[in-house]
């Protein structure tokens, strides 16, 4: 069983799917119930919180997740969908069902993730991306935090990003500051139009998701804060925000304020996008 917190179609979806749900069909997500905010989700040794706006855009072609299977895994994941107005809503569905999916089938099993696990799901939400979304394509980035073997798994496509703070490669487990870009290889390229993503889940660009395993055994004792951000997030705001996470999470004590913080700060520095972040934060392990 995992809990979850989606943001999709525009609108909040919470609840709790078992293993033997995993294998319905999309639709029946839209069964878990709505809120009219962010939530989050919590286990003994996570919290997580998603938060997304549409910015001054007309629609919202974001999705994103937070999932935590308590005593397993804690996950995060962001879609940002391209191909225009519905097709990229329900790209980013399409690929965030899968996501769910996924990890709702190895809920309980001990050693699930691998660079193979991440690549089959990639390609399950390509396939399904590419059935259902007339057209539309979609950016991914998940990351998975392994709470018994303390690794955290990324796996991207596109130019959605995932962090973790503090920067414990460089300051130490001990840090409270600092923060990592740990999807740092993008899918994205410019010419004289712009910016252009160079690979995107459902559409014929698609090769394999970029994977990266960060062994974190020795900062178990450690608040981490991992979180996912679509372009929005990541093109407006000020970066030193994230250096500071570790911190407002001890202030407020809540994953979704940090979304929300996330969201909101990219939109006043100017943000011309849909903006999603997913964050959660990884408590010590109590002996």
Not at 117 to 137: I, P
Request: glycine share 14%.
């Amino acid at each position: 069983m995992i809990r979850s917190a989606l943001y999709t179609l525009e609108r909040f979806w919470v609840g709790e799917l078992s293993r033997e749900a995993a294998g319905a069909d999309c639709g029946k997500l839209l069964e878990l119930g709505a809120v009219r905010r962010g939530w989050r989700c919590r286990g003994a040794r996570a919290v997580g919180g998603v938060f997304s706006h549409k910015g001054p855009r007309g629609n919202n072609e974001d999705s994103g997740l937070v999932a935590i299977a308590p005593g397993h895994f804690a996950a995060v994941a962001v879609a940002d969908g391209v191909g225009g107005l519905r097709a990229g809503e329900v790209a980013s569905f399409r690929a965030m069902c899968t996501v769910l999916r996924g990890l709702a089938e190895v809920a309980g099993r001990l050693g699930a993730f691998s660079r193979e696990w991440f690549v089959d799901l990639f390609n399950k939400a390509h396939g399904e991306v590419a059935r259902w979304a007339g057209g539309g394509a979609t950016t991914l980035a998940v990351a998975v935090y392994d709470l018994n073997e303390h690794v955290l798994h990324v796996a991207s496509v596109g130019d959605s990003v995932v962090y973790m703070s503090p920067d414990v490669w460089s300051g130490g487990c001990g840090s409270a500051v600092g923060y990592r870009l740990v999807s740092p290889d993008l899918d994205e390229s410019s010419n004289a139009e712009g910016r252009f993503i160079t690979q995107a889940v459902g559409h014929k660009t698609y090769r394999e998701p970029h994977y990266y395993r960060y062994p974190l055994g020795g900062c178990e004792d450690a608040v981490k804060i991992v979180f996912a951000a679509t372009d929005g997030v990541e093109d407006f705001i000020d970066r030193s925000l994230y250096g500071g996470l570790v911190g407002r999470f001890r202030r407020c004590g809540t994953a979704e304020g940090l979304a929300k913080m996330l969201v909101c700060s990219a939109l006043r520095r100017g943000g011309g996008d849909n903006a999603t972040a997913a964050v959660l934060a990884i408590l010590p392990v109590k002996t």
